[in-house]
């Protein structure tokens, strides 16, 4: 079974900057791509951000060039560092991670999420 525990929301003035963690924990499996997401009430989960197991990134168009994923395989986390927040981003923030096991089983596993708040 695969977990994935995220951590690092918090109130935030606008303008400032915030670091998310997100921890995969687990056996007998590897992980692939690893994702944010984000939610606000009433609204679809969008993707945020991505980085796949080679390293490679994408981003939702509003926080490229504010917001940087990355990754350190060897403690399978992946940290969302979110610069120069805007109120727009005010949403619960969610880590998806992408496994697969030892006998080619595949599968997603979510976080429970974590709330970020920016004040205007």
């Known amino acids: 079974q695969v977990q994935v525990v995220e951590s690092g929301g918090r109130l935030v003035q606008a303008g400032g900057p915030l670091s998310l963690s997100c921890v995969v924990s687990g056996s007998h499996f590897s992980i692939n791509a690893i994702h944010w997401y984000r939610q606000t009430p009433g609204n679809q989960r969008e993707l945020v951000a991505k980085?796949?197991?080679?390293?490679?990134?994408n981003y939702l168009d509003p926080v490229k060039g504010r917001f940087t994923i990355s990754r350190v395989n060897a403690k399978n986390t992946v940290y969302l560092q979110m610069n120069s927040l805007k109120p727009e981003d005010t949403a619960t923030y969610y880590c998806?991670?992408?496994?697969?096991?030892?006998?080619?089983?595949?599968?997603?596993?979510w976080g429970q999420g974590t709330q970020v708040t920016v004040s205007s």
């Open positions: 998806a991670a992408d496994w697969r096991t030892l006998v080619r089983e595949v599968g997603r596993s």
């Open positions: 980085v796949t197991s080679g390293g490679s990134t």
